[in-house]
Every structure is written in C-alpha cells, then in structure tokens.
C-alpha cells in the first residue's frame, strides 16, 4: 500500500524545536521529489520546502530559510524536517507530499498531516 504517514507534531514554545518524520510505505521515497507543505487555520496550502531525488538538492520557502532543513534516510524511507527557532506564524499541520513530476509543485501522494502549535 502507497502511503505517507507524518509524525513528531506537538505544543512548542516560541523559540524551540520540533523534528517531523514522514514514513514512507509502498515506494521509494528516495526516486521522487518530495516536499512538505503546512496549512494555517483559515488559509490556503503553503510550500515548505523541498528535497530533490538523486543529490538531495533542497530548497526552502523565504519564511523558514535558515530555520528549517529538510533531509532524508533513505534505509528507514523516511523524510524529516528539523524546526528550529520556531515562531508562532509556524503553528499549521504540516504535510510530506511526493511529487508527481520533479520540480512542479504537484502532489499525488499526500500524509495525513500532523499538528504544529508555536504558544507560550
């Protein structure tokens, strides 16, 4: 069964971290871009960050550069992202998504989402 399934969400005060996993089952997660994506209460989707097949290049919405990274390990299928300094702009469900076609934004396979909340 293709499936993506995050975890590590939680409560965290402004300034501190949290790690997300996003395990993959069904595929590779290694031979496909992937991303992860957050919506806000009450907003649309918001691109995160992504990390390409093949060299890993990543990238990183302007929002979370220099605060965010996102990685992969490959023998455990699994996608992270590492939240440092986190704001409580940050607080969203996060989402991993696989991309259908390297670089175009556009998902076929999505997780269930897990809950950021940034609150002191």
């Known amino acids: 069964q293709v499936q993506l399934v995050e975890s590590g969400g939680g409560l965290v005060q402004p300034g501190g971290s949290l790690r997300l996993s996003c395990e993959a089952s069904?595929?590779?997660?290694?031979?496909?871009?992937m991303s992860w994506v957050r919506q806000s209460s009450g907003k649309g989707l918001e691109w995160v960050s992504d990390i390409d097949s093949g060299d890993g290049a990543t990238d990183y919405a302007e929002s979370v550069k220099g605060r965010f990274t996102i990685s992969r390990d490959n023998a455990k299928n699994t996608l992270y992202l590492q939240m440092n300094s986190l704001k409580p702009e940050d607080t969203a469900v996060y989402y991993c998504?696989?991309?259908?076609?390297?670089?175009?934004?556009?998902?076929?396979?999505w997780g269930q989402g897990t809950q950021v909340t940034v609150s002191s």
């Open positions: 998504a696989k991309e259908k076609v390297a670089g175009t934004r556009e998902y076929d396979i």
């Open positions: 069904g595929f590779a997660l290694s031979m496909y871009a």
